[in-house]
């Protein structure tokens, strides 16, 4: 099975890898893909919340994308599944969902408001587009809860 990994660079799509990686066999899954997508004329960069460096060197969108792809694919490294790295450029949703289609996924593993306006939204907009029109099954992982102080 190929398994998509959506990233937006936000420290909640790196805990949605991992927590694919804390259940997943990986002898089932054959082939994952780790996808960033770059917004063209986007007003917002693409931030790399994931890497230690936090701005690359040439300060470019995709430089960050590429970074935080880096990242997460590195989640995987020994794992198992071949892992491949793409940056897209387009709608979010609409480049995963096109990924997920275009690699004959079996699964999307998305982050739940990883870039959103506030951590109280249960799920972000891209990963409920996401969900409602991919092609396969998709797991949405949350942010842990805060807690109380």
């Known amino acids: 099975m190929h398994v998509i ?4 660079g936000s420290k909640q799509s790196l805990a949605a890898a991992k927590h694919l990686k804390s259940f997943a066999d990986p002898t089932k899954i054959t082939e994952i893909s780790v996808v960033a997508v770059i917004r063209p004329l986007a007003s917002v960069a693409f931030a790399d919340d994931t890497s230690d460096s936090k701005w690359p060197s040439s300060g470019s969108f995709r430089d960050a994308a590429d970074s ?3 990242t997460i694919a590195a989640v995987f490294d020994g794992w198992g599944p071949k892992v491949n790295k793409r940056v897209r450029s387009g709608s979010a949703a609409n480049e995963i969902i096109k990924a997920a289609q275009q690699y004959d996924a079996g699964l ?3 982050a739940a408001g990883g870039r959103g306006l ?3 939204v249960l799920v972000g907009s891209t990963a409920q587009r996401v969900q409602h029109y991919a092609p396969c099954p998709v797991l949405v992982v ?3 809860p805060r807690k109380k102080r």
């Open 142 to 144: 949350r942010p842990a």
């Open 118 to 120: 506030s951590d109280s």
């Open 108 to 110: 999307v593993v998305v």
């Open 68 to 70: 935080a792809v880096a």
């Open 5 to 8: 990994v959506a990233t937006d």
